[in-house]
């Protein structure tokens, strides 16, 4: 079985521009979490999604948005991109159940000048 | 506010010693608690898990520990190895299971 992907690996942006990031979830897992990782810091929560609905958002502001495709896969895009968006991104892939074991993807590095 | 903190921010130990990482929670409603490996270049990997209503797991050369009355969660890992190297992590699942809180990790030095 594939793990989770995350895509691309690596992208460079400049201020104010937009982004969008992939994950594909484990085969058969209905719940995707997002999860910012700055340089040298523990993730922070952004989103997490089951059924293509919204069911946790963490402190992140409206520049931040996310959606879940029929097939469980996610984007994550981020708006008017800002120096301090720099990070890892991750993608984590939940079977379903809240308080249910995440599986993480590899990530997206994410490099804003 | 919500955090979950680590109390060692590295810590070194020989190969084929035991080694502890702790960590301290914030919120006592928390039901589900998680330790994760980060190798750099790499996502988190799961370690072990454990639920409120016990308060010792055992795995694979892994000891997870939970002391609810001082919100306490250790990590014990038997006969360190040089692969054992990395940054490590304790993460809090809030009330609901939908929001994960990660501690700022602990990174295991691990001597030959």
């Known amino acids: 079985d594939a793990g989770v992907t995350q895509s691309p690996t690596h992208l460079i942006k400049t201020r104010g521009q937009q982004v969008t990031l992939r994950c594909s979830p484990i085969?058969?897992?209905?719940?995707v979490s997002w999860y910012q990782q700055v340089l040298g810091q523990g993730p922070q929560f952004i989103f997490q999604y089951y059924e293509k609905e919204e069911r946790g958002r963490g402190n992140f502001p409206d520049r931040f948005s996310a959606r879940q495709f029929p097939n469980y896969s996610s984007e994550l895009n981020v708006n008017a991109l800002l120096l301090g968006d720099s990070a890892l991104y991750l993608c984590?892939?939940?079977?379903?159940?809240?308080?249910?074991?995440?599986?993480f993807g590899p990530g997206t590095r994410l490099l804003v000048l | 506010g919500e955090s979950v903190g680590l109390h060692l921010p590295t810590l070194s130990v020989q190969e084929g010693d035991n080694s502890i990482i702790n960590c301290a929670y914030s919120n006592s409603a928390s039901d589900y608690f998680i330790w994760y490996k980060q190798e750099s270049g790499k996502g988190p990997q799961f370690i072990i898990d454990?639920?409120?209503?016990?308060d010792k797991r055992q795995g694979q050369r892994v000891t997870v520990l939970l002391n609810k009355t001082v919100k306490h969660l250790s990590l014990q890992i038997a006969a360190t190895q040089p692969g054992d190297s990395a940054v490590y992590f304790c993460a809090e699942t809030l009330p609901g299971g939908f929001k994960t809180i990660f501690g700022a990790g602990t990174r295991l030095f691990v001597k030959a």
């Open positions: 454990i639920r409120s209503n016990m």
């Open positions: 085969s058969g897992h209905k719940s």
């Open positions: 984590a892939s939940i079977s379903g159940g809240a308080g249910e074991t995440q599986y």
